[in-house]
């Protein structure tokens, strides 16, 4: 009898989502297998890099040598405001560099992207065609970047809809899920805005957020139900400690991906555990 597959669901959360590199990390150091993957939004980016055949120390090194808070215009084009402020084409442009120009039966691993139809609300997962397309379906945040035209759908963040595509991967064939929830649930959001708020007290001169952080966070706290009960579907959930990071905090790159190891090793004897029964 063979061993069970093991399938990850990687969630969204922008700047959180590098934590899903600590992850990867060390399940590879570990040896366990990852037999299938299903990501959205960040998630999508990293999984489909290491669906890829990029190892996690790759993804890591290529990350950190991209300096996204000093180069972070590259992928920025401006457009005039119709479905997004964002056109994508130079973000397309980025992530060609690394993805590619591939097809889904090119991977290594057996990968797939959620997105929304935002017209409809459903979700649209999309494992056929490009993979560069799939991805830039599923990283398209409301507002922000503008709506990804694909087979003849209008397609935004699948983080919209389902946070964490757990029930993806279970459709995948996975015998052993893994969730990735890289976005603090209602408690920790709560939490992290009373203690923005007293800090405020102290510094008169506090920024005021951006509208991209202020839409971002709205997407935490409207997606923080939905995430409970897709994680409740999986077998193991990691959730690295980000409750202080922003969705824009690139800055602290290293920071969520040492959080990402950190929550890994707490799960590895279960994962152990769920492989030997």
């Known amino acids: 009898m063979g061993r069970k ?13 590098i934590a899903h590199i600590g992850v990867l990390e060390v399940l590879e150091k570990e040896n366990i297998p990852i037999d299938m993957i299903a990501g959205t939004s960040a998630g999508a980016i990293v999984g489909a890099l290491f669906a890829k055949g990029m190892s996690a120390a ?6 950190l040598n991209m300096e996204l808070t000093k180069k972070s215009w590259q992928m920025v084009d401006i457009s005039l405001p119709k479905s997004g402020f964002i056109g994508g084409k130079k973000l397309i442009e980025l992530l060609k560099n690394y993805i590619g120009d591939v097809d889904f039966s090119d991977l290594k691993i057996p990968f797939a992207c959620t997105s929304t139809d935002i017209m ?4 649209v997962i999309i494992d056929k065609g490009s993979v560069l397309e799939g991805v830039r379906a599923s ?17 935004v963040d699948g983080g919209l809809v389902d946070p964490v595509p757990v029930e993806v991967v279970k459709s995948m064939g996975a015998d052993i899920v893994i969730a990735v929830n890289v976005s603090p649930r209602m408690p920790d959001v709560r939490k ?3 203690i923005e708020e007293a800090i405020s007290y102290h510094l008169p001169n506090i920024k005021e957020p951006s509208m991209y952080t202020i ?4 997407m935490s706290i409207m997606n923080s139900r939905a995430a409970d009960a897709s994680l ?10 980000l409750a202080n990071i922003s969705f824009t905090d690139f800055k602290k790159a290293e920071h969520c991906i040492l959080e990402g190891e950190f929550a890994a090793i707490d799960a590895l004897l279960d994962i152990k555990r769920l492989l030997a029964c």
């Open 232 to 241: 409740k579907k999986a077998d193991i959930v990691i959730e690295p400690r």
């Open 58 to 63: 790759e993804i890591k090194k290529e990350l």
């Open 139 to 155: 990283i398209s945040v409301p507002i922000v970047f503008a709506a990804c035209e694909h087979n003849g759908r209008f397609l």
């Open 120 to 123: 409809s609300g459903e979700e």
């Open 192 to 194: 992290r805005i009373y």
């Open 5 to 17: 597959t093991v399938g990850i669901a990687l969630g969204g959360g922008a700047a959180r989502g």
């Open 215 to 218: 839409m971002m966070n709205y």
